[in-house]
């Protein structure tokens, strides 16, 4: 490469400028990124629960739903007989229920808030480009929805239309999408009057087309820190429901039910308390400690 | 400035009535009955059941009763909790929550705004990074393990000692009995506040204003406390509006772990139950102090930044 830039008839000022390669916007901030030293351990940790959950089970002696028969009672971690960290209160592997169900967790996790990024993403960029009536409409809809109580809606609609595991990150989708609308909408907004569009206006880009081809690629680093911070408030919200009796049901299981039943017998067999409890606080503080991170990286302002 | 206000009352009357009516139909459409749980009813009971709590009546007709009640401070009777009314419930519940509630704010301010003040003055030191994990491990803890966690601790492993306090239940409001699901609510709270005091601390620290102000020569303590803080805490009391109202409607969690007979607890019940007018009660009681919340919210802005100000048209 340096060999043709030699030989270019241009000269010297042009030859240097040549040698600086050209750095887009996402490599500057993976660049950034990789000096924050929380947020690639944080990526690191939580690829590895990731990769555990997705084929951990795969490798284990014992599934999630299997009862050792032999042993009907919370057994301590025993090598022996391949449960790894102990059993539950009738006899269920704790380690392949807990990856089984960081499983559920983490796929609930991202689940509802693909939902949530898929509607608030369309009505945000929709609202902030066509504007006019359009947007004071679809504004004033999340004005709305800000003011319910959305854990209550989640609550209404789990006893609505019955727990169902699909169902389930759909309803908290469904409430989660407002803020990444305004993010996304107020994002639009700068960038509806940047020449790049009036470019692509004037030479007859239709809107869908700006839209998707202009508008979303440039707001997709807000909207990534925004999902990397959605993630485990969605967990957090499915555990919760899962303590109220409205989650996964049985034989599935997600941290947050694992975590409900330790709770009720932390006296006697705290591990079973502690293990998914461990799991699930170190998933969430991987997810902030990236969110932050990125939001860093492609937000640079020295902080 | 007033019209300002009157103008978003007036927007909130048709939000509310919005919640009330997607809540309301909603809840109908739902498959099966409040009275499904029990025991088989025979076909007799379950109508004479209907038509007490006028479930027979065409679904239009239900809808203009319930809002004509509801104007009249009525929210109807229990479905579950048969000769109660849902008015009696709330009246009962309320003030437990409202209470738990403003006690855990009060806190989570005195201690979450101070702290994360503190950590903005030494960002970057190992004060600033103690405060800030301490913040992160209040975020991510969920309040339903740290509630299990602190009844073990303070209910049954001290259960000797002078530290020692109740696992649960009300007693009539004894101070004993508030202090662990108070704290259990706030902090969260205080952990938000710390994160989102620090974060705009440190914003206006940089701000020309406040540059300004050091450079006159004045001392920097006094910079802190009467340039930088008032705009520092715009996030702080954008944040906490509908953080007091979630935290006055009281939280399900802690009241259902620490059995404590407010209306977060009620709501629980009333939606595993199937009670609709106890369930929509304390959406619409919730979705109305957001609303109030709001508005107090912009009141206080105007306060706080003088650039604020609500008499101007809209562009």
Same mark, same amino acid.
């Given at each position: 490469?340096?060999?043709?830039?030699?030989?270019?008839?241009?000269?010297?000022?042009?030859?240097?400028?040549?040698?600086?390669?050209?750095?887009?916007?996402?490599?500057?901030?993976?660049?950034?990124?990789?000096?924050?030293?929380?947020?690639?351990?944080?990526?690191?940790?939580?690829?590895?629960?990731?990769?555990?959950?997705?084929?951990?089970?795969?490798?284990?002696?014992?599934?999630?739903?299997?009862?050792?028969?032999?042993?009907?009672?919370?057994?301590?971690?025993?090598?022996?007989?391949?449960?790894?960290?102990?059993?539950?209160?009738?006899?269920?592997?704790?380690?392949?229920?807990?990856?089984?169900?960081?499983?559920?967790?983490?796929?609930?996790?991202?689940?509802?808030?693909?939902?949530?990024?898929?509607?608030?993403?369309?009505?945000?960029?929709?609202?902030?480009?066509?504007?006019?009536?359009?947007?004071?409409?679809?504004?004033?809809?999340?004005?709305?929805?800000?003011?319910?109580?959305?854990?209550?809606?989640?609550?209404?609609?789990?006893?609505?239309?019955?727990?169902?595991?699909?169902?389930?990150?759909?309803?908290?989708?469904?409430?989660?999408?407002?803020?990444?609308?305004?993010?996304?909408?107020?994002?639009?907004?700068?960038?509806?009057?940047?020449?790049?569009?009036?470019?692509?206006?004037?030479?007859?880009?239709?809107?869908?087309?700006?839209?998707?081809?202009?508008?979303?690629?440039?707001?997709?680093?807000?909207?990534?820190?925004?999902?990397?911070?959605?993630?485990?408030?969605?967990?957090?919200?499915?555990?919760?429901?899962?303590?109220?009796?409205?989650?996964?049901?049985?034989?599935?299981?997600?941290?947050?039910?694992?975590?409900?039943?330790?709770?009720?017998?932390?006296?006697?067999?705290?591990?079973?308390?502690?293990?998914?409890?461990?799991?699930?606080?170190?998933?969430?503080?991987?997810?902030?400690?990236?969110?932050?991170?990125?939001?860093?990286?492609?937000?640079?302002?020295?902080? | 400035?007033?019209?300002?206000?009157?103008?978003?009352?007036?927007?909130?009357?048709?939000?509310?009535?919005?919640?009330?009516?997607?809540?309301?139909?909603?809840?109908?459409?739902?498959?099966?009955?409040?009275?499904?749980?029990?025991?088989?009813?025979?076909?007799?009971?379950?109508?004479?059941?209907?038509?007490?709590?006028?479930?027979?009546?065409?679904?239009?007709?239900?809808?203009?009763?319930?809002?004509?009640?509801? /104007?009249?401070?009525?929210?109807?009777?229990?479905?579950?909790?048969?000769?109660?009314?849902?008015?009696?419930?709330?009246?009962?519940?309320?003030?437990?929550?409202?209470?738990?509630?403003?006690?855990?704010?009060?806190?989570?301010?005195?201690?979450?705004?101070?702290?994360?003040?503190?950590?903005?003055?030494?960002?970057?030191?190992?004060?600033?990074?103690?405060?800030?994990?301490?913040?992160?491990?209040?975020?991510?803890?969920?309040?339903?393990?740290?509630?299990?966690?602190?009844? /073990?601790?303070?209910?049954?492993?001290?259960?000797?000692?002078?530290?020692?306090?109740?696992?649960?239940?009300?007693?009539?409001?004894?101070?004993?009995?508030?202090?662990?699901?108070?704290?259990?609510?706030?902090?969260?709270?205080?952990?938000?506040?710390?994160?989102?005091?620090?974060?705009?601390?440190?914003?206006?620290?940089?701000?020309?204003?406040?540059?300004?102000?050091?450079?006159?020569? /004045?001392?920097?303590?006094?910079?802190?406390?009467?340039?930088?803080?008032?705009?520092?805490?715009?996030?702080?009391?954008?944040?906490?509006?509908?953080?007091?109202?979630?935290?006055?409607?009281?939280?399900?969690?802690?009241?259902?772990?620490?059995?404590?007979?407010?209306?977060?607890?009620?709501?629980?019940?009333?939606?595993?139950?199937?009670?609709?007018?106890?369930?929509?009660?304390?959406?619409?009681?919730?979705?109305?102090?957001?609303?109030?919340?709001?508005?107090?919210?912009?009141?206080?802005?105007?306060?706080?930044?003088?650039?604020?100000?609500?008499?101007?048209?809209?562009?």
């Amino acid at each position: 490469m340096t060999s043709t830039n030699l030989a270019s008839p241009h000269g010297a000022a042009l030859d240097s400028a040549a040698e600086v390669q050209g750095r887009s916007l996402w490599q500057d901030a993976w660049r950034r990124l990789r000096t924050n030293r929380a947020a690639v351990v944080g990526l690191v940790v939580l690829g590895l629960i990731a990769v555990a959950a997705a084929l951990g089970p795969l490798f284990l002696p014992w599934t999630y739903d299997q009862i050792d028969w032999d042993h009907v009672e919370a057994l301590p971690p025993d090598f022996a007989n391949g449960h790894y960290f102990g059993t539950d209160s009738i006899g269920r592997d704790l380690l392949a229920r807990t990856l089984f169900g960081g499983r559920i967790s983490l796929m609930v996790g991202i689940l509802a808030t693909f939902v949530a990024l898929t509607i608030g993403v369309t009505v945000g960029a929709v609202a902030g480009y066509v504007g006019g009536r359009t947007d004071q409409l679809l504004m004033r809809f999340v004005d709305l929805m800000y003011s319910v109580p959305l854990t209550f809606f989640v609550i209404i609609l789990m006893v609505v239309f019955g727990r169902n595991f699909i169902l389930m990150f759909l309803a908290i989708g469904a409430v989660e999408w407002l803020t990444m609308a305004r993010i996304v909408r107020g994002q639009t907004l700068t960038l509806r009057s940047k020449e790049f569009i009036e470019a692509a206006r004037a030479s007859g880009g239709s809107t869908p087309a700006i839209i998707f081809r202009h508008i979303l690629p440039n707001v997709l680093g807000v909207v990534m820190v925004y999902v990397t911070l959605t993630i485990p408030q969605v967990i957090l919200l499915e555990s919760f429901l899962s303590f109220l009796g409205l989650g996964i049901q049985e034989p599935m299981t997600s941290w947050g039910m694992l975590i409900n039943d330790g709770a009720a017998e932390l006296e006697i067999n705290p591990r079973t308390l502690i293990i998914p409890a461990a799991f699930m606080t170190a998933t969430l503080f991987c997810f902030n400690f990236l969110g932050d991170g990125l939001r860093d990286a492609l937000d640079p302002k020295d902080r | 400035m007033w019209s300002y206000f009157a103008r978003r009352v007036v927007i909130g009357i048709p939000t509310l009535w919005a919640v009330i009516t997607v809540c309301f139909f909603l809840m109908r459409l739902t498959p099966g009955g409040p009275f499904d749980a029990e025991a088989p009813v025979p076909p007799e009971v379950l109508a004479n059941l209907r038509a007490r709590y006028h479930l027979d009546d065409p679904l239009w007709r239900q809808y203009v009763d319930y809002i004509i009640n509801l /104007l009249q401070g009525d929210f109807g009777p229990s479905f579950k909790y048969h000769d109660f009314s849902i008015t009696t419930l709330i009246a009962q519940g309320l003030p437990v929550s409202m209470q738990n509630g403003a006690a855990a704010l009060l806190l989570a301010i005195l201690i979450g705004v101070p702290l994360g003040i503190f950590a903005a003055l030494a960002q970057n030191t190992r004060r600033d990074y103690i405060i800030s994990a301490g913040a992160m491990t209040g975020i991510v803890i969920p309040n339903f393990i740290m509630g299990q966690v602190l009844i /073990l601790v303070f209910g049954v492993w001290l259960k000797d000692s002078v530290l020692h306090l109740p696992a649960g239940g009300w007693n009539d409001g004894a101070l004993p009995n508030r202090i662990l699901p108070v704290f259990c609510l706030a902090v969260p709270y205080i952990a938000y506040l710390v994160r989102i005091t620090r974060g705009s601390m440190i914003e206006v620290l940089r701000a020309n204003y406040v540059r300004t102000a050091r450079a006159k020569g /004045l001392p920097f303590r006094l910079v802190v406390l009467r340039h930088a803080l008032k705009s520092a805490l715009m996030p702080v009391v954008t944040f906490l509006g509908p953080a007091t109202a979630f935290l006055l409607t009281g939280s399900m969690v802690v009241e259902t772990i620490f059995q404590i007979p407010g209306i977060g607890r009620y709501f629980v019940q009333g939606a595993l139950n199937r009670d609709y007018t106890l369930v929509m009660a304390v959406t619409i009681l919730s979705a109305g102090l957001v609303i109030v919340m709001n508005l107090i919210v912009d009141l206080i802005y105007s306060f706080l930044d003088p650039r604020v100000r609500y008499d101007e048209r809209a562009p």
